[in-house]
């Protein structure tokens, strides 16, 4: 981005636009996403400029609708991998400047170990099952136990989250990976080069509007409503991956259970 706020070149989904078709095609800065939703909701009128107070209230705005975006799978057009080796801790931080230095996510998406001592060229990747809650991981009696981890727990603490693989795998011989939900970053800079797949333009502008109605005290046209919503869907139809339905194996165990210590044996 270049220029100064809503002009210069661009970036919407991976083509790079110049001045002239900023205006035609698409969004380039959140000031342009911020103003249009201003426009289109009565606030500022044909050829008017919004003032400094309502395009930072638009930001505010803008940001908090992001920012509950981010923890929508279905609002997220891609999951990352990262890895980390491991060093035979029992735990590893995850966020800003962490041992995972990354966003700090909400949840774990998918994770598995890797083997890459003594696996080449084949190294062996391994599933982990996530606890989905600290009720789960206390169950386990021997939280120190080393050896091929079966399971991890993800504690989403603020603001770094941690990770809990267990059993706790040998330091050296083994990756530790885990699949999070792609960043969808807020905006720091009215100015700031937006860079987000073609198909979100429509979606912030017209959601914006729907917020932003509500702190001026006017109705949203039903026409914004309905784009808004045939939005959302067209991300969602975009985003979604299902994936293969799986049965815990202990379903299969000809095991019995143990109402005091809630296990299968």
Known sequence: MSGSAGFGNFVFGSTTFGVEAASAIGFSTP????AYALKAIGVVGVGQSPLAEDINDAMRALNGMVGQWQRKRWLIWHLTDNFLLSTGAQSYSVGPGADFNVYRP???????FRQFINSTPNQVDWPLDILESREDYNRI?????GSLPRYIFYDSAYQLGYVYPWQIPEAGVYELHLTLKE???QFP????????????EEALWTNLCIRLAPIYQVQVRPDVVGLAKASLAVIRGANAQVPRLTIPVYLNWPALYDINSDRMY
């Open 141 to 145: 009696v021997l939280k120190q136990l």
């Open 189 to 200: 800079f009215l100015s700031q080069a937006i860079q987000l797949p073609p198909e979100y």
């Open 183 to 185: 960043t969808l970053f």
């Open 106 to 112: 909400d949840r774990l998406e998918a994770a598995f």
């Open 31 to 34: 000031y342009d996403i911020c």
